[in-house]
């Protein structure tokens, strides 16, 4: 194996280094989504939050507006402090953020579409939410290697489905409410533990 | 510059060999989409089968159509893949493999998507055939950001735009049309530019399989 050399040209060596570098990056991915965690266990509670407004409380049509304007400024506030707390991105963290980045364009212009015409609550449209989450969770699981991230997508899918046979309104709050509860706070806080963790594991070694 | 050293005591040529890596990867990935751009060709046709089947000679069994065509198109995928796998000499780096896992989901959610709504006859609703050119856009867009691809980028625009246009126009003669364009037209035209394009620009031996 020592003079082990590829037809391009690639030496162990070499080789090596690549396999460093790239596992080094998954792991980096990996912690930059568990240091996003919390955005996760946000949006899953903003749904919660919207359809017990849309429940119990009066106003319901402005439930959801509110609730996602809400979502979406703290997203955005807390972001850009982490941002700005200095931490170096790999390549592979920056995917990770493109990815969450085209999912939350292409879900608002979806939703923005579909409100505006009056195609909302029906099965295809609950569906294709569903499926979008899933599709970028599914997405960031294949580039990071991570099977935590694979149920949660495998989880927003199999809802996804669910909402093609349950089509009641009911049916389609319980669906929506197991996804948000699953697949996103229960993630959410995964990642938020796995974060701590390891922070908690340098400081130790630092001490 | 000769002296230049970042904080964490990475040197400048350590830094000018990781942007090269990066470069090159990017290079690959351009590549591997070119490489695979035989199946945005295979399924745009696939498309335009089925629906002028439906529409032109729905004598024929026309609502088989799409269950008919669609699983051809995935057996032609495979079997395409099969084919190409058995070349050899392809590296298959970072970028690729990332490219290769944005296409991987997006087939999986597509397939699942799609098979539940024939299924519960759903596939009717403006929001699926939305759906459907909202992931389709998705998936370039991921895409484009990862290999820095402005015409891809293009192409999810296109795409979006076509979802959009689904809900405003509100309509079935438009959504045939858009359909048309987009999974037709747009799918084949872009496969035959990252076909004859991208081996020619990218410029390397290998690329990925």
Same mark, same amino acid.
Request: proline share 2%; aromatic share 14%.
């Given at each position: 194996?020592?003079?082990?050399?590829?037809?391009?040209?690639?030496?162990?060596?070499?080789?090596?280094?690549?396999?460093?570098?790239?596992?080094?990056?998954?792991?980096?991915?990996?912690? &930059?989504?568990?240091?996003?965690?919390?955005?996760?266990?946000?949006?899953?509670?903003?749904?919660?939050?919207?359809?017990?407004?849309?429940?119990?409380?009066?106003?319901?049509?402005?439930?959801?507006?509110?609730?996602?304007?809400?979502?979406?400024?703290?997203?955005?506030?807390?972001?850009?402090?982490?941002?700005? &707390?200095?931490?170096?991105?790999?390549?592979?963290?920056?995917?990770?953020?493109?990815?969450?980045?085209?999912?939350?364009?292409?879900?608002?212009?979806?939703?923005?579409?579909?409100?505006?015409?009056?195609?909302?609550?029906?099965?295809?449209?609950?569906?294709?939410?569903?499926?979008?989450?899933?599709?970028?969770?599914?997405? &960031?699981?294949?580039?990071?290697?991570?099977?935590?991230?694979?149920?949660?997508?495998?989880?927003?899918?199999?809802?996804?489905?669910?909402?093609?046979?349950?089509?009641?309104?009911?049916?389609?709050?319980?669906?929506?409410?197991?996804? &948000?509860?699953?697949?996103?706070?229960?993630?959410?806080?995964?990642?938020?533990?796995?974060?701590?963790?390891?922070?908690?594991?340098?400081?130790?070694?630092?001490? | 510059?000769?002296?230049?050293?970042?904080?964490?005591?990475?040197?400048?040529?350590?830094?000018?060999?990781?942007?090269?890596?990066?470069?090159?990867?990017?290079?690959?990935?351009?590549?591997?989409?070119?490489?695979?751009?035989?199946?945005?060709?295979?399924?745009?046709?696939?498309?335009? =089968?089925?629906?002028?089947?439906?529409?032109?000679?729905?004598?024929?069994?026309?609502?088989?159509?799409?269950?008919?065509?669609?699983?051809?198109?995935?057996?032609? =995928?495979?079997?395409?893949?099969?084919?190409?796998?058995?070349?050899? !000499?392809?590296?298959?780096?970072?970028?690729?493999?990332?490219?290769?896992?944005?296409?991987?989901?997006?087939?999986?959610?597509? !397939?699942?998507?799609? /098979?539940?709504?024939?299924?519960?006859?759903?596939?009717?609703?403006?929001?699926?055939? /939305? !759906?459907?050119?909202?992931?389709?856009?998705?998936?370039?867009?991921?895409?484009?950001?990862?290999?820095?691809?402005?015409?891809?980028?293009?192409?999810?625009?296109?795409?979006?735009?076509?979802?959009?246009?689904?809900?405003?126009?509100?309509?079935?003669?438009? =959504?045939?049309?858009?359909?048309?364009?987009?999974?037709?037209?747009?799918?084949?035209?872009?496969?035959?530019?990252?076909?004859?394009?991208?081996?020619?620009?990218?410029?390397?031996?290998?690329?990925?399989?």
């Amino acid at each position: 194996m020592t003079d082990m050399e590829r037809k391009d040209g690639t030496t162990r060596d070499e080789l090596v280094q690549r396999v460093a570098l790239m596992e080094a990056m998954i792991a980096e991915g990996r912690r &930059s989504t568990a240091r996003w965690g919390w955005v996760f266990v946000m949006w899953g509670l903003i749904y919660f939050a919207a359809m017990a407004w849309v429940i119990f409380l009066p106003f319901k049509a402005w439930a959801w507006p509110v609730c996602v304007a809400v979502g979406v400024v703290v997203s955005v506030v807390k972001g850009r402090r982490q941002r700005a &707390s200095g931490r170096s991105e790999s390549q592979r963290t920056r995917s990770i953020g493109a990815v969450w980045q085209v999912f939350g364009v292409a879900i608002t212009l979806y939703i923005i579409g579909a409100i505006t015409s009056h195609h909302v609550n029906v099965p295809a449209y609950n569906a294709t939410i569903l499926f979008f989450v899933g599709m970028a969770h599914g997405t &960031s699981a294949r580039i990071l290697r991570w099977g935590a991230q694979g149920l949660a997508a495998a989880i927003w899918w199999a809802c996804g489905i669910a909402t093609f046979f349950f089509t009641t309104q009911n049916e389609i709050i319980a669906i929506f409410l197991v996804a &948000s509860f699953f697949g996103m706070i229960l993630f959410g806080l995964y990642a938020m533990w796995l974060e701590r963790r390891r922070a908690a594991a340098l400081e130790q070694h630092h001490a | 510059m000769t002296e230049f050293e970042r904080e964490d005591g990475t040197t400048r040529d350590e830094l000018v060999q990781r942007v090269a890596l990066m470069e090159a990867m990017i290079a690959e990935g351009r590549q591997y989409t070119g490489r695979n751009a035989w199946i945005f060709v295979l399924w745009g046709l696939v498309d335009l =089968t089925a629906w002028a089947w439906q529409n032109y000679v729905p004598v024929f069994g026309g609502r088989w159509a799409w269950p008919i065509c669609l699983p051809a198109g995935v057996v032609l =995928t495979l079997a395409g893949k099969m084919l190409q796998k058995s070349d050899k !000499g392809y590296s298959r780096s970072g970028v690729c493999s990332r490219v290769m896992g944005v296409w991987g989901m997006m087939g999986l959610a597509m !397939g699942i998507y799609v /098979a539940s709504a024939i299924l519960t006859h759903f596939s009717w609703q403006y929001s699926y055939i /939305a !759906g459907l050119l909202m992931m389709l856009g998705m998936a370039h867009a991921i895409s484009a950001m990862f290999l820095r691809w402005r015409m891809q980028g293009w192409v999810a625009a296109v795409y979006w735009a076509g979802g959009v246009a689904i809900f405003v126009c509100n309509s079935w003669k438009a =959504t045939n049309a858009i359909m048309l364009i987009e999974m037709g037209v747009v799918m084949v035209l872009f496969g035959l530019y990252a076909m004859g394009r991208e081996p020619k620009r990218s410029g390397l031996q290998g690329g990925c399989a």
